[in-house]
């Protein structure tokens, strides 16, 4: 790991100013990539798009490949349109067409017209599919030759793409038939010491090529159960169009795993990056908040109807918030144990009930332990063992509804074709506290004549 | 995707029961992988041990491998021990090494003494290590030969290698100097086209091997920057040990990622598997659910000391869990960017003061858009300006407290060598409950004479 060199952004950003290309390339270069990428970020945009125009293309496309899409297209923008073209060039066709994907159509056309015509060509290809299925994670990148062409013709081929750096994954060749669709695929491995005037056609096995609008599920599925280290991509007449390497669709995943978690907690804001301005930021955060206080003041307001019982036992106000944020807690582990068995495959939308009744048990149990302690714990303070009843049978009773919430309702959104990851936050969190709030103050309610004699 | 069969694990239990081997591994084989995982999961833990012993041990591996490493051993230690083994047989070296390591020692030395004695020695070798290091990560199924090999002696066995389903990853061959180092690896891809007499030496280029004690992260590094698909591990004379792959190196950062997204939730309870008995599930989200009745307790605390002015305003108990809430949300989008800047290599553990500033200003801004919001809401409720100014100044305080502590405590966590998702979660939600009772019944304790005139 390199050493952290906090003023490295400082040497970066008198580079950019007033030094000659070749010596800011050379500065970069002698950084770690992380470490450029963070002095990148320590400078301001009009100092970022300066630093990028300056550095040799090639560095630049390495350094914004590093960077969410969404962030790369808008710092791109910023540049010259020749140069970000410039840069786009030397990215591979999946990294551009997802940066160019989330540009709007006319900014990514004019990129598009001043990128190099082959590399626009592979751009475009991409950038017609979602980024989540077969053609948006494909690259075209690969290398295949009619079925006749023997090993002698191909060696130099091969050899010429081993030392480009220009994305390719090279795990096997691709035949073509005669009309030029895909024939079958030689893994290189084969091909180790087949004399020169073997013919692809001897070698070839069968191979089973995916769509273009298969889903990262499938993909997925297949990298699960299949030890190739990439799929071919063919259109509906069988024409070889790009190639899916498990890298990346383990990256699509993670990236989406990543996406599910910041829904987990119900943070939109988590995209946000701390050098956009401070009124964006903002805004974007203030768009979640506003959703949350009106839940929240939904929940609250089963208080306000309960204004008569909570002035008479005040004592009642300590236990409310611990109530409703103990069972949001067991909630939220049901939740946890749900989208992981969902995501290992143990359990599926239709075992809902079988869940349900798991949860039950350990709800009933765990309520139980935790309105007791809750409950001896009021019993003592006050000296009143009504308030401990009240008090502990509201958190059990809520504990129950919790875990019987989380537990079931990413099955049932999942069925519905809805994430399940939206069960927790908000919606577990409005219910449980509206239920703890009610719980303890209907109990109080019902108990008043014993709580405040 | 194959179609939802829910009945499925009925016919494998029978078949377990009374069918013979050869009709188990049959059905079994028509099942899709993920439809086996659930099936299996719908079965009893001796059921489910009389399938793994009767599946063809290829198979029980197989699917053992796509199962937490803990469960698998705890599933492998209910087998015969001789079944048990012929199962570990089955799996790469890696896994092997996981699952083993996850069981007691004993038991662990049970098995290998049982396993074939090449598998248990290479299983042995990835055991010394911790499995988040290259040691414990790679795997032990690679080809070398002295430098002087031709590639017509490797031939033979390359073929036969990618043949098997043993868990070889060739991407290249390694070659060994005269007194058995390492010395250089050949891609496959320039052996293709070499003539049968060439000689390993002529071929291969220099190799930055690693050792095996080097930590994920440094393999993370190495692999963004460089378009291996492996990276060879050599003990401190320079002798191959084992080959981390890619592959294993995505893997292991998804699942600590993953670990780490839990511990952001706080849900230390996610490891459960719903199959395991009621008792035990409920003892281990008691651990985590006890932590946490205390820390509300203390949070909840404030509210004891205040319970006159609480008393003589009641309608401040339906703001005091809103003001604790939002402030809760609001310090949680503050980590997720935090640690999202950290993870991209945005920001490092040093930057603490300038990510503060950074989320002073948005704290200010959304915290007196909020705060205005609530205390209208409050005003116009009461008709008393005071209770708007009271709960909207709390409200708006709070904010600027919660984003303060969930901006830079990642980073100072980070620089003590803690887990920076250890900052949300109970620390954040403790503190900025503690703090919003405190603001609004400390604010309103002041205004009291106009709240409650």
Known sequence: MAAESPRAWITLRSLAETGTSEELGRYARSLASDELLHAMFRLNRDEQTRLLTRLPPKMAASMLGDVPNELAAEILDDLAPQDGAAVLNEMDSDSQADIL?????????????????????????????????????????????????????????????????????IDQIYALSPDGLLAGAVPLIEMVGAGGSTRLADLMSAVRPTKADAEL??????????????????????????????????????????????????????????????????????????INIVLNGIAASVIAFYQGTLSAV??????????????GCSGNQAVAVSLRELSLGFIRPFDVLRVWGKELSVGLLNGIVLGCLLGAVAWIWKGNPYLGVVVGGALAANTVVAVSIGGSVPLILKRLGLDPALASGPILTTVTDMCGFLFVLSFATAALPQLAP
């Open 101 to 169: 994907g989330s540009m709007e159509r006319e900014e990514a056309e004019q990129f598009l017209s001043l990128m190099s015509p082959t590399e626009a060509e592979h751009a475009r290809l991409l950038l017609a599919y979602e980024a989540d299925v077969a053609g948006g994670l494909m690259i075209t990148e690969f290398l295949a030759f009619p079925e006749a062409t023997t090993i002698e013709q191909i060696t130099a081929e091969l050899k010429r793409v081993a030392h480009l750096d220009e994305g390719y994954h």
């Open 314 to 327: 005040i004592a009642l106000a300590v236990f409310l918030p611990i109530v409703s944020d103990m069972s």
């Open 217 to 290: 599920h499938d993909l997925a599925a297949f990298f699960d159960h299949d030890r190739s280290p990439s799929i071919p991509v063919v259109d509906d007449r069988r024409h070889l169009v790009g190639v899916v390497t498990r890298e990346a669709v383990d990256h699509a995943k993670a990236m989406q795993s990543e996406e599910m978690q910041r829904k987990i907690q119900g943070i939109v804001g988590g995209d946000e990056i701390r050098t956009a301005p401070t009124l964006k930021r903002s805004a974007r955060r203030l768009v979640w908040l506003s």
